[in-house]
């Protein structure tokens, strides 16, 4: 299975962007796990909100086929502990799944276009973080998700 972690915008930070970096190094040992940053909207203070998010949802969906499973980040996602949220892993690697695509959104969520082409929704907590920040803590659940599943040190429970 491929894993593939689609994020609008570059991130301002490069300390976010190395931890990014640090765990799909770490998760590539597990499986094939690439981050594909889309382009930020041009000329956003001219748009409304629902334009913008228009807009970053035809660039997310010209990124899928039809074979994946697509998995959004939102607030209104399920919440899962670290555990939970492996053994959901453990459950699309083995449904035979080529390619499980999560999409973390632009400041503003979603597109009514990109819900409906979702397979499922997930949400890191009740609390809100920047799109930017979640990009590093959820590609840390990931590395967690795959320690978990090989039984190795990493998690403490």
Not at 72 to 79: K, S
Request: hydrophobic share 40%.
């Amino acid at each position: 299975m491929t894993l593939e972690l689609i994020v609008i915008g570059k991130t301002d930070s490069k300390e976010v962007a190395a931890l990014v970096e640090l765990y799909a190094r770490r998760v590539n040992f597990y499986c094939k796990f690439a981050v594909t940053t889309l382009p930020n909207v041009r000329n956003t203070k001219s748009l409304t909100v629902k334009q913008q998010r228009t807009a970053e949802g035809e660039a997310i969906l010209r990124q899928l086929t039809d074979g994946d499973f697509v998995t959004l980040l939102d607030e209104h996602g399920t919440e899962y502990r670290s555990v939970e949220f492996a053994l959901w892993l453990q459950k699309r690697m083995n449904s035979g799944v080529k390619r499980l695509v999560m999409v973390i959104g632009g400041p503003y969520g979603f597109s009514e276009e990109v819900y409906a082409r979702a397979d499922a929704k997930l949400s890191l907590s009740r609390m809100t973080f920047s799109h930017q920040i979640v990009r590093a803590i959820f590609a840390e659940q990931i590395y967690r998700a795959f320690t978990i599943l090989n039984n190795e040190p990493y998690h403490h429970e």
